[in-house]
């Protein structure tokens, strides 16, 4: 197989699973299924963000919950308080978002690794906190309620099958431009610099700029996960965005592996379904369940742990050893 | 404000801070020799109280021998984590490992939940009686242990960093993995004892503060966030600038709750963090150019 | 420091090691598996059972009230089943666990409503959980009985939802009473910066002035604090007749053991509020607690019902056969739920075993007279709670356990 016809292959299949994904409904009759697969789509958004922020710009962040908590506050309060159309509504929250993720990135320029973590860390235990103390606004501990669905114009998406596709649908959008960013010019200026700044620097790439736009884009991602989640579920309360949230988001893209999308979008399904296991395996009996759930915790764990020990190099290290070594069986000469 | 005041918010900060200490100091010397941030070292602290209230109240055993009791399975856990969890995997991309503390600390509160049910527990004082009046000012007894624990801890650290020659090993691991080993140094022997001793003193910690404060299976996700974050201000160096990155964290949420306002006292602590590290990015008392990752 | 490498012995002490993992992690899953769920075992289940929900905080951080929940609910159906049920079908409650998160709530509600069909839901165990469900709840137009004592659940009214805790509504002046009588005019606030403080506190500044009292601090802490000293030397420079802290958790116990070593003298009284009415905090608080104060409903003394009422037998009964079944007392959540699934049972008997959701709705909305563990519930189309001041006592903590006030 030629690289051409590789590529080829490859766009085929992501186009293939994309329309899978979107045919889902026509199948599925189950409402609590396609909830759980909307809550997934939710995740891959955010997700997709972040595998360009941390495996291609190398940028680590502990604090996505906080963006994604910003958008859907925002879409929630402009739809169901201040009665704005939805369309607008959520292009303030994206709006809004990454504006915080670009204030947040511009200090953070100086920073690395660990301290980089904390930073964004901190910022998104402040911005719990004034979740829950912006009463007026976020509806504090209680949450926001009554938030409508998601419509334009006339038409109100008010079932979990027009839910299900509106948020797979923005999920396909992301993930195929996420993909075609990293694919491109500024793919290629991410990764100059992950390899040496000071030659990237000689190329003509400004880090600070690459830096400050993964991280504004991936922020204004989550802010898109946000809205839309909260005009899903109409209802947003502080502990939805708390650091676990942001702990487990970073898990799920670290578990996907560095410089691929394909991989954290996948890892970001698994895990997130794999919180809602106890109800997707059909046919278990009520003491399965009852186990499952009370040992969820130490199950998400052993994953976790399970994952990195075995397949260090994540979701995307597994698929590209897999292929070299398919590749040297059919040839090495083939492939440049 | 009078001085009576103004020293008790002082007390009330650096018990707090002493407390934070602890946990950064395991931060810290893990730090040093393997590069990563252990976040399953807020686990230890909570190992530490739970075992400790299992073995006086189910065992039996009189406090003197429970807190030893504790203090030691926490470190055999420690070990373990490290033998079976990160050394295998020790090549990788720090973040691998980081991930993986993560999902251990996961596992180590859900099985904590199982082992100890969900309800808070209370411990003894280590010295019952009443509270000492210090110029006007109360001061619990248990709260000198643990400012003496950690001035304990700090002191051992402290020798053993500069004059044992596990320390040596420990400070020359900490420079380079490779050149260590080239030199005859057994480094994975001593990422396992820096682990056991990070496991003892989250134990040591969480034991000293369970009568103060009683003890949950869930608290220590909380008190590992306080205890990074005293780190990373200090500066992620040796043990003082973790036990000073401590006590400056407390006394600015004690302060920040006297003056300002005690709704808005950990944000405010935050913010001072961010403002640190945004204007000084290798923290208050680290030395640039020590980055890892 | 040696240089030995145990080429050969290290490969074998990895693999005695993964295996004593593996063991250590199947005994651990087989003992989660073995352990105690009841099967409703029903003599009368001839026809299909009444299915109801849960929605409870199994785990997270309210796992210590969703536990004592499930218990109380698990034993009254056994005993409800065992008696015949209702109209000969017993009944079936599905467990779901929301992991005190909101989200997971609401998926939890779906699930209910969509996979088991169910009739109705009890829960959820916090007010942010619960008002995460309302959405689902409306949709499908099936009643919901919360134990969340939060405020806003039946505040902000909805035709579909219960609630059967003492809400701050009732507890706040029922408080400020008993203050006034004692002659108490100034005090302080320390609430908890969550849910449950912020609610707690509201409802506090609302309703002072009727009673002549002067809130003179205001203060909070965040759940997880170990140390309220700071807060309390600022309190004790206002010199406030009483400190009135609201905190459900292990900082109620900090706080009146700070509060003990700054007033020896105990010149500021310590005031609470339900959610303190946990052996843990006595237990937490050793002897500081002595002389603490809070209202709470009469489960926690029976006497206090008067020997031989009705009231008095069915907390007794429930109270001693919780004991003999978990071995341990049970506290106001268990007594909260207990109360969910006897008016969802009582309902259910007047609407008839074959009732549909908007019946069993309105049957509960007819609750009249019915004598739980928490009060006396009398719901009606505007008052989804039903329970009133008589319901509740204020007690003091003398030697260790509480005592009602006179």
Same mark, same amino acid.
């Given at each position: 197989m030629s690289d051409r016809t590789r590529r080829f292959a490859q766009s085929g299949g992501a186009v293939l699973a994309a329309a899978a994904v979107l045919a889902l409904p026509l199948v599925v009759t189950d409402r609590y299924l396609l909830k759980v697969l909307t809550f997934v789509g939710l995740n891959v958004i955010i997700v997709a963000g972040m595998a360009v922020l941390f495996g291609y710009a190398g940028q680590v962040s502990l604090g996505h919950a906080a963006f994604t908590g910003i958008g859907a506050y925002t879409c929630g309060f402009l739809t169901a308080r201040a009665g704005w159309p939805w369309m607008t509504a959520v292009a303030a929250a994206v709006a809004l978002s990454a504006l915080g993720g670009l204030a947040l990135a511009l200090p953070s320029l100086r920073l690395r690794g660990h301290y980089l973590a904390m930073a964004t860390l901190g910022f998104s235990v402040i911005a719990n906190i004034v979740f829950v103390e912006a009463k007026s606004l976020t509806g504090g501990n209680d949450g926001l309620s009554g938030i409508p669905f998601a419509s334009v114009g006339p038409v109100r998406l008010d079932t979990p099958w027009s839910n299900y596709l509106l948020v797979w649908g923005a999920a396909v959008v992301v993930v195929a431009l996420v993909s075609g960013i990293v694919r491109g010019r500024p793919g290629r200026a991410m990764a100059a610099l992950q390899g040496s700044e000071m030659g990237a620097m000689a190329c003509g790439v400004d880090p600070v700029r690459v830096k400050v736009t993964a991280f504004t884009l991936s922020a204004g991602l989550a802010g898109l996960s946000g809205a839309l989640f909260a005009s899903a579920v109409g209802f947003v309360s502080p502990t939805s965005f708390a650091l676990e949230t942001s702990i487990i988001l970073l898990a799920m893209v670290v578990l996907g592996g560095t410089r691929s999308v394909a991989g954290p979008v996948l890892a970001a399904v698994a895990l997130t379904l794999l919180t809602y296991i106890d109800g997707l395996i059909p046919g278990l009996s009520k003491t399965t369940v009852a186990a499952l759930q009370d040992w969820k915790g130490d199950i998400y764990g052993v994953v976790i742990v399970g994952v990195m020990l075995f397949v260090p190099a994540g979701m995307a290290g597994l698929a590209r050893a897999w292929r070299r070594k398919s590749r040297s069986v059919t040839g090495a000469g083939e492939a440049a | 404000m009078g001085a009576a005041q103004l020293l008790q918010f002082t007390i009330a900060g650096l018990k707090n801070g002493a407390i934070y200490a602890l946990i950064a100091l395991g931060f810290t010397i893990v730090y040093a020799s393997t590069g990563i941030l252990n976040f399953a070292q807020g686990e230890f602290y909570m190992l530490g109280g739970m075992v400790a209230v299992w073995a006086l109240r189910t065992l039996g055993l009189p406090l003197l021998a429970a807190v030893p009791a504790a203090v030691l399975v926490t470190v055999g856990v420690g070990a373990l984590v490290e033998r079976l969890a990160l050394r295998p995997r020790r090549a990788e991309a720090p973040l691998v490992l980081i991930i993986i503390t993560i999902g251990v600390s996961m596992l180590l509160q859900s099985l904590a939940r199982h082992l100890f049910g969900p309800n808070e527990v209370a411990l003894p004082p280590f010295t019952a009686g009443p509270s000492i009046t210090f110029f006007g000012a109360a001061i619990e007894r248990q709260t000198l242990w643990v400012w003496g624990l950690t001035a304990v801890a700090l002191l051992v650290l402290w020798v053993l960093y500069t004059r044992t020659k596990l320390g040596l090993a420990m400070r020359a691991t900490a420079v380079s993995h490779d050149s260590s080993r080239l030199v005859g140094i057994d480094t994975a022997r001593v990422v396992m004892v820096t682990f056991a001793l990070a496991a003892a003193l989250g !134990?040591? !910690?969480g034991v000293a503060v369970a009568p103060l404060t009683q003890t949950a299976y869930d608290v220590g996700a909380r008190i590992g966030l306080k205890g990074f974050a005293a780190a990373i201000l200090g500066g992620l160096g040796g043990p003082v600038a973790a036990v000073a990155g401590g006590l400056v964290l407390g006394l600015t949420e004690s302060l920040s709750a006297a003056f300002i306002s005690s709704t808005y006292k950990d944000a405010i602590a935050l913010v001072v963090l961010l403002a640190v590290i945004f204007l000084k990015p290798s923290g208050l008392f680290g030395r640039a150019g020590r980055e890892k990752v | 420091m040696g240089t030995r490498r145990k080429t050969g012995a290290g490969h074998t002490f990895r693999r005695v090691m993964t295996a004593a993992l593996i063991v250590a992690l199947v005994a651990l899953s087989a003992a989660g598996c073995s352990a105690p769920t009841s099967k409703a075992s029903a003599p009368a289940a001839e026809k299909a059972p009444i299915k109801l929900g849960a929605v409870l905080s199994l785990t997270g951080t309210y796992a210590g009230l969703g536990v004592p929940e499930r218990n109380a609910i698990e034993m009254e159906v056994a005993r409800i089943n065992a008696a015949g049920g209702i109209g000969g079908r017993s009944i079936e409650v599905v467990y779901e666990d929301d992991a005190t998160d909101p989200a997971k709530a609401q998926a939890a509600t779906t699930r209910l409503i969509e996979r088991e069909g169910v009739l109705g839901i009890i829960g959820a165990t916090g007010t942010g959980q619960t008002m995460g469900m309302r959405a689902d709840i409306d949709r499908a137009g099936i009643p919901q009985v919360s134990m969340a004592g939060g405020n806003a %659940?039946?505040?902000? $009214?909805?035709?579909?939802? $219960?609630?059967? #805790?003492? #809400?701050?509504?009732? %507890?706040? #002046? $029922?408080?400020?009473? $008993?203050?006034?009588?004692?002659?108490?005019?100034?005090?302080? &606030? &320390?609430?908890?910066?969550?849910?449950?403080?912020?609610?707690?506190?509201? %409802? %506090?500044l609302d309703d002072v002035a009727k009673y002549g009292v002067t809130v003179v601090a205001d203060e909070t802490f965040n759940a997880g604090d170990t140390d309220m000293t700071t807060q309390l030397t600022k309190i004790k420079a206002k010199a406030p007749q009483a400190v009135w802290m609201w905190a459900a958790g292990k900082e109620g116990a900090i706080i009146v053991k700070n509060a003990k070593d700054l007033d020896p003298s105990g010149s500021m009284r310590i005031f609470g509020a339900p959610g303190n009415g946990r052996t843990e905090f006595i237990d937490g608080a050793g002897a500081a607690a002595e002389g603490f104060t809070f209202a709470a409903g009469r489960i926690l003394a029976p006497d206090s019902y008067g020997r031989g009422t009705k009231a008095f037998k069915v907390a007794t009964d429930f109270i001693g056969r919780y004991t003999q079944k978990y071995g341990k007392a049970p506290d106001i959540f268990a007594g909260h739920a207990y109360d969910a699934i006897s008016i969802l049972a009582d309902a259910l008997k007047r609407a008839g075993s074959d009732a549909d959701s908007a019946k069993l709705r309105d049957a509960i909305e007819a609750t009249k007279g019915l004598v739980g563990v928490g009060g006396t519930f009398d719901l009606s189309a505007t008052d989804h709670n039903g329970l009133t001041a008589k319901d509740l006592v204020m007690y003091r903590i003398e030697g260790g356990v509480w005592k009602v006030v006179e």
């Open positions: - | !134990a040591l !910690a | %659940v039946t505040a902000q $009214f909805d035709k579909l939802v $219960f609630q059967t #805790p003492w #809400p701050n509504r009732i %507890v706040v #002046p $029922f408080t400020l009473d $008993f203050m006034k009588k004692a002659g108490i005019t100034t005090i302080a &606030l &320390l609430t908890d910066s969550g849910g449950y403080g912020k609610d707690g506190r509201q %409802v %506090v």
